[in-house]
């Protein structure tokens, strides 16, 4: 796989494991000692990295994929076909990540692995059902709301 090649379906998933797996080693996670390490593919071949950033004030925490998807979209790239995420037990992403990873793919195929380099493949529209997205707030706001948008 090239930087320059866009893909769609087809990637290596061993590739995407591999690189989450390294993230996974650079995760800070002094507080829940949970290392988690994710690899998101953008549609434009480009794999972006992620760990988990945890913080004294642990609402500050950030999750693995998080950090991924900010760093892609940071780098300009929207477009999401897969995310391998690697704990030490094959957890799956957190209610935030699903919704968070939602806003850049209605569909995601993800990797779930283990430290072990077991895993397993699901998607997004699996673990985050009935989503919701910009389109549910369209009818709610089909025009900007402030009025003093002419000024
Ligand atoms: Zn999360």
Redesign the pocket.
Known sequence: MTVNQPITAHFDPRVLLDQAHQARERAYAPYSHYK?GAALLGRSGRIYTGC?VENAVYPLS?????TAVVKAVSEGEREFVAIAVVTENGGT??????Q?LREFAEDLVILIGDATGHYRQTTLRQLLPESFSAADLAPVFPEPPCPIRHL
């Open positions: 988690v988990n950030t999750c693995a994929e998080r992403p957190c209610g935030a990540c699903r968070t």
